[in-house]
Every structure is written in C-alpha cells, then in structure tokens.
C-alpha cells in the first residue's frame, strides 16, 4: 500500500465549476499537508499549506484536512482555464525532511 | 531571482553510459533534494541532503548516486544508465526552520528529461 493515494484522473469541468481533489494517506504520523500544482513542462509549485487538522482559505482555493479519516482535500472555486494543471497532494511528518507525494490529478478546466 | 536550477533539462544516453545531473539553488537551503517522476507513480525521492557533506537514501536509490560538496549544488550520478532510468528528474529544496518545524514549501527546477536507449 502506497503511503499517500491520490485518484490521477483525468478530471474535467467547464469554467465556473466548483473543483474538488482528494487524497487518502495511511500514516497517522504526518503532520503537514500540502498541495502543489504542476503546470505541463514544469516543476511543481506550493499552492496550500496546512499544519495538523482543519480547513485553510486562500482565495478561491480551500484546502481541508481530516486526520481521523486520514483524508485530505482541495476545493478550487469558479475554476478558470488557468487552473488546468496537475495537482499533487503531498504530506510530511514532524521532522519535515522527507516529503510523501500523491501521483497527481491532472484537471482541464474547459472555457 | 534563479531558484532552483538544473542542468542539463535534457539528455540522451544509451545503456552502460554514465551522466551526472547538477542542480544548484542560490536561496541558502539546508535541504535539496532529488526527485523521479513517471506516468501514474507520482514524484519518488532518489536521495536528499539536509546539509552540506551529507547526504541520505530516498525510497527508490538503488542505480543513483548524489554528492553535496557544496550548500548550494547537489549532484545526481548515474554510474551506468538503464532504460527503467528514463524519466523527468527534478532537483528541490527547502528551508530549514528549526526542530520540529516544516515550512512546506519545497522549491522546485523546472527538470531534466533524461531517455535512456
């Protein structure tokens, strides 16, 4: 079993939709939540950071997490066509020098 | 502002060849770290560093191996390429902030797309 699962998709909605993106980790130990976005050709890039359970806001993204379930969320609202990407949930634990990534879901927001 | 920088972003090898990938970071990062990405398994970390002269075994090391002789450079070797090296390859680094603390933002380069025939 992976540490962190992530469905890849492809995922795809029309503008204006309301995105949401999930991952399932089986460590209990991780404490630090994070999700990047990775544009075609490109690395990645911290878009949410979010430190033990609850909900964080940064504009139209929302990022969730639920340590009792041990499930993680993104929420993208009014998702544009500059929101196409792929996602990467990832997550560490305490000492913060190993990073556990998901596989990605790639989103095509259509105009 | 450079960031994370590696070189090359592309490379042809043919089986048996050996290559080294330089990444080089100007932020004064303690951590750097050497990353595969491939279809459907996501970013795998070969080997980090959380310091100059040291470095540690990721979750896929096996074929690879890495020097930080200085801070800001990490070198990735490949002594003798096989095809299952074909892969994008991404150096990143982070921060270091105290025990017990992360700040959750690894910088990333922009990769080195290696194919090996």
């Known amino acids: 079993q992976k540490e962190v699962e992530q469905d890849p998709g492809p995922l795809s909605v029309p503008e204006g939709a309301i995105v949401s993106l999930n991952c399932t980790y089986s460590?209990?130990?991780?404490?630090?939540f994070m999700w990047y976005r990775q544009y075609s050709r490109k690395g990645p890039e911290l878009l949410m950071y979010?430190?033990?359970?609850g909900n964080k806001e940064d504009g139209r993204f929302t990022a969730q997490v639920d340590k009792s379930s041990k499930y993680i969320s993104l929420f993208i609202r009014d998702s544009q066509p500059s929101d196409s990407a792929t996602y990467l949930c990832?997550?560490?634990?305490?000492?913060?020098?190993?990073?556990?990534f998901g596989t990605g879901t790639s989103l095509t927001v259509i105009p | 502002n450079a960031g994370v920088t590696q070189t090359p972003k592309f490379r042809v090898l043919k089986t048996g060849q050996s290559m080294t990938l330089l990444c080089a970071q100007d932020?004064?990062?303690?951590?750097m770290y050497w990353y595969r990405q491939d279809p459907g398994m996501g970013l795998r970390l070969i080997h980090y560093?959380?310091?100059?002269?040291?470095?540690a075994k990721g979750e896929v090391p096996d074929g690879y191996n890495v020097s930080r002789l200085k801070k800001q450079n990490f070198l990735l070797g490949l002594e003798s390429a096989a095809p299952s090296q074909t892969s994008v390859y991404f150096c990143?680094?982070?921060?270091?902030?105290?025990?017990?603390?992360?700040?959750?933002?690894?910088?990333f380069g922009e990769g080195s797309r290696l194919t090996v025939l």
């Open positions: 460590n209990s130990a991780f404490q630090y």
């Open positions: 990143a680094s982070s921060a270091y902030t105290g025990p017990r603390s992360n700040t959750g933002e690894l910088f």
């Open positions: 979010t430190y033990s359970s």
């Open positions: 990832a997550m560490s634990l305490n000492t913060g020098n190993q990073f556990y």
């Open positions: 932020m004064n990062h303690e951590y």
């Open positions: 560093s959380v310091g100059e002269g040291t470095t």
